[in-house]
């Protein structure tokens, strides 16, 4: 029978561990070594099971006062010289290891910095809308509907619904609404003056508004009677920015302002108001009163015609879910009549009969658009969450590059860990210390990138289009970033502090310390490193390929040398007076008169079409109609495929519709030219022409059916210029334009400008991705560089020896950098299905993208290999030059 080794029997450990932590230092040893004995004696004799009960009983009766650790023996004065020295020990430490201390808080303060700035930013975006005292019960309502399985939303609607919203449902404490683009002729703002004045001013963020949405955003009134502001016709409410602008030390108060040089119609200011905060998702400069306006006649009374955004606020306790499903009792009582009424059978009845209303958390706006298309600058909680786990995956590279030499270098610590434990320092001192060495670190390291997020502050809002700032007067600020330096320290600090204080003094004093070459934890961590590394500039190749797609596609139309002249509207009449003498000026090709540009956040009009005579499908397709002129197709290029273009001369094309090819086949015309199109009204359009399909929204959309119509839109006007000598042309136009409004500036842009300002996210995206990679390369970097030169240093006499052996120059070289060469190809197999995976999610957000090649992560490859190359290549040539003789004769 085989007996039980002795040197394997082993007591419990919880009470070997017990034991040391209350008994005295100078009996623990000597006690615990013949408690020991007498267990494995007793194993043999009794069993396991008795032997563990009898040392436990032994652990427990030594439990007495003489045994016990005196713990409070140290004076304060004492325990504040024992700190006094951890400091100076650390400080000695950072000065005679200048390479390594300097990577250590030079990465720790980059990753710092970097974590600053994207919380700063993250904080902002889940700041919008905050400040409404009553904001937990301030929601905005919205539409769903489904048909054919697809679920559509959206949240414009008709003038008298929030009037019925209110007077029907007493949960309602107050409903309103507004109008956005009825109160924005001007490509998105007005002309504007006193009505004292001459000269006018282009100003944006004119909103037509009624009292109840001003009661429901807690507008903050610096003059003028809150209660009352907007319940006067023709009055106007301004912001204390334009209050200064335009009336400066005045009280604007009955004051008048004209609106696009129609002084038939002034508006009196009736109050001014505190700027709006930056974040809230309402912002607005100007707001006209909504009383007695009728955009057109019968429009307060329509129900089938959807312009404005509704508001409401709640009464406190009211239960949101059940409130929603009371709401769909409006479309019974007021939708349903209003599409009957219609006159049209197969109009909108389908489509009503589906809607059901949803509440929105004003909170939640900013952060979720729900995809309803309201044109309002918008965060996405993807982003904030994604920069919050860049900022954690940065700083995490930067804690793993302070593990990672801390470890490297325990064997130049190893026998001052000996000594200490000879001379009877225990293991919790040596923690302390150690942990006081990492937090000098880490409050180094916080100084020093706070700084740096100061400075870079400006550049990264530039990147953000973005004003934050150092919430310096906040009492939170200062003790928080105090405790995240202790956090930080203790984190980065706490394996280190472990790992050096657990070596054994018999080992360390004999040489035998030799673990931190050879940790496996330490090449994970290299591996986790540069697997984030990869990653990102994966992510940055597929980001640049999409952005060069999007604006090299052909896109249907023709949009360089374009110019967009706005506010043409202020010019009246004359506007077409005004276009025939621009298209007389050399170089000037063709110009067109109309406000829907194939741009996102332009003009549009939505409605349900029928071929005449069809019966399916129920609720129609939807379309754009946009009122243009006749010189529309060839001033932006855009091809027929079948039909003519309009003819000024021809009357009857005031009856004619130019469809593209989406809308011919969503509605089924094999041969649109000569077909009858009608809208729910039963108004009725000849098609004389199928354009060619163009890209009027951005590439995350699919072409959608449009048509175009004969119609004044003049708030707008492009012109086709016929020459690069832009210069010249657009001294020409100005002087044209001074000669018809001497009075109104004139504003113009490019029509190629206005598309690549389309996508300045992306170009956002793909600029905060290349600088988060080359900030993760360079944390990387930092480890790698100073891991090299240490293990250089470590193998220092084996390369000598290999090369007075006739070692070349270049098989050194492959011996130290073959390690990192492998940890690498691991984290490329690694970091390559996630990229592809977290890239792949990306691109779906496009109708039209890119296919991500293999090419891409050959380049990756490539790109890591060549910078940790260049990075481990300076002390491993360093290493294989250098003279042999000289570090054998110091061995």
């Not at 009503?352 to 309201?374: A, E």
Request: aromatic share 12%; with cysteine; hydrophobic share 45%.
């Amino acid at each position: 029978m085989n007996q039980p080794n002795p040197e394997k029997a082993r007591p419990p450990q919880w009470a070997t561990r017990f034991f040391r932590w209350f008994c005295n230092d100078h009996l623990s040893e000597a006690v615990l070594g013949d408690l020991e004995e007498l267990y494995a004696r007793r194993r043999l004799a009794l069993g396991k099971r008795k032997a563990d009960l009898l040392f436990v009983m032994n652990v427990l009766l030594f439990l007495q006062p003489f045994a016990i650790k005196k713990r409070s023996s140290s004076t304060p004065v004492n325990q504040l010289a024992m700190f006094e020295n951890y400091f100076k020990i650390a400080w000695r430490t950072m000065s005679r290891q200048r390479l390594y201390a300097g990577i250590k808080i030079g990465g720790l303060a980059i990753a710092i910095a970097t974590c600053i700035l994207i919380t700063l930013f993250v904080r902002r975006e889940f700041s919008y809308d905050q400040h409404y005292q009553k904001g937990d019960l301030v929601f905005r309502v919205y539409r769903e509907s489904n048909l054919h399985g697809e679920t559509e939303r959206g949240i414009y609607f008709p003038a008298p619904f929030a009037k019925a919203l209110q007077d029907d449902y007493p949960e309602i404490e107050l409903a309103g609404h507004y109008n956005p683009s009825a109160a924005n002729a001007g490509a998105g703002g007005n002309p504007v003056r006193r009505g004292d004045e001459i000269e006018n001013s282009h100003e944006e963020g004119f909103v037509y508004v009624d009292q109840g949405l001003a009661d429901i955003f807690e507008l903050s009134f610096v003059h003028g009677n809150p209660q009352k502001a907007l319940l006067e016709p023709n009055t106007i409410v301004i912001t204390q920015r334009m209050a200064s602008k335009y009336f400066a030390k005045e009280d604007p108060v009955g004051k008048r302002l004209i609106l696009n040089n129609d002084e038939t119609q002034p508006y009196t200011v009736s109050g001014v108001v505190q700027n709006p905060p930056v974040t809230a998702h309402f912002q607005f400069n100007f707001l006209i009163s909504l009383a007695g306006k009728e955009f057109w006649k019968g429009e307060k009374t329509a129900w089938m015609s959807s312009n404005y955004l509704d508001y409401i606020r709640v009464r406190p306790g009211t239960d949101v879910a059940a409130l929603e499903k009371k709401m769909d009792v409006l479309i019974g009582k007021y939708f349903v009549p209003s599409a009957a009424a219609s006159g049209n059978d197969r109009s909108l009845m389908a489509w009503v009969k589906s809607l059901h209303f949803k509440l929105q958390p004003v909170r939640d706006i900013h952060l979720n658009t729900m995809g309803v298309g309201d044109n309002l600058p918008h965060g996405d909680i993807r982003y904030a969450g994604l920069f919050g786990a860049i900022a954690f995956f940065i700083l995490t590279i930067a804690c793993i590059n302070f593990i990672n030499l801390s470890t490297a270098r325990s064997a130049h610590r190893a026998k001052e860990v000996g000594l200490r434990k000879v001379v009877g320092s225990p293991r919790s001192q040596l923690i302390n210390q150690f942990l006081i060495e990492s937090l000098v670190f880490s409050f180094f390291s916080f100084a020093l990138g706070l700084v740096l997020a100061r400075v870079a502050l400006p550049s990264f809002n530039t990147l953000l289009a973005s004003p934050l700032a150092f919430p310096w007067e906040a009492w939170w600020f200062i003790p928080l970033l105090f405790v995240g330096a202790l956090l930080i320290g203790f984190i980065a600090g706490i394996y280190p502090s472990f790992y050096l204080s657990s070596f054994k003094p018999v080992e360390v004093l004999k040489g035998h310390t030799t673990r931190g070459a050879r940790s496996s934890i330490r090449s994970l961590l290299v591996v986790f490193q540069f697997s984030i590394s990869i990653v990102l500039i994966i992510a940055t190749l597929v980001i640049q390929q999409q952005m060069h797609f999007i604006l090299t596609k052909k896109l249907g139309f023709d949009k360089d040398q374009v110019l967009i002249l706005q506010d043409t509207h202020t010019l009246g009449e004359q506007v077409v007076t005004f276009k025939n003498e621009l298209v007389q000026l050399p170089n000037v090709k063709h110009a067109t008169i109309s406000g829907f540009l194939p741009l996102e956040g332009a003009a549009r009009n939505g409605n349900p079409f029928w071929a005449d005579g069809q019966k399916e499908p129920e609720a129609g397709v939807g379309a754009q109609i946009w009122s243009v002129d006749h010189d529309y197709l060839p001033t932006l290029g855009i091809g027929l495929v079948a039909g003519r273009n309009f003819h000024i001369e021809m009357a009857s094309d005031s009856q004619a519709v130019i469809i593209n090819q989406a809308m011919a086949n969503a509605l089924n015309l094999k041969d649109a030219v000569g077909q009858v199109i009608v809208n729910p009204w039963n108004k009725k359009w000849n098609v004389i022409g199928v354009m060619e399909d163009f890209h009027f929204e951005t590439l995350k959309k699919h072409i959608e059916p449009l048509c175009v119509v004969i119609g004044r839109s003049s708030n707008v006007m492009m012109v086709k210029v016929g020459t690069k000598d832009l210069q010249n042309v657009i001294e020409s136009i100005s002087g044209l334009w001074k000669t018809f409004s001497p009075h109104q500036a004139i504003r113009y842009t490019f029509l190629d400008q206005r598309y690549a300002a389309m996508y300045e996210e992306v170009h956002r995206t793909q600029q905060i991705f290349t600088g988060f990679a080359a900030l993760a390369i360079l944390l990387a970097c930092l480890g790698l560089f100073a891991l090299s030169a240490f293990l250089a240093e470590q193998r220092s006499k084996e390369v000598s020896i290999r090369l007075v052996l006739g070692a070349t120059t270049a098989s050194i070289f492959q011996l130290l950098t073959r390690n990192f060469m492998t940890l690498l190809f691991i984290a490329l197999v690694i970091a390559t299905p996630l990229a592809w995976y977290m890239m792949q999610r990306w691109l779906e957000d496009y109708a039209y993208k890119i296919s991500i090649s293999w090419s891409t992560f050959v380049v990756a490859g490539v790109v890591s290999v060549v910078i940790a190359l260049c990075t481990v290549s300076y002390h491993t040539i360093q290493a294989a030059l250098a003279n042999p003789a000289d570090r054998l004769r110091a061995e």
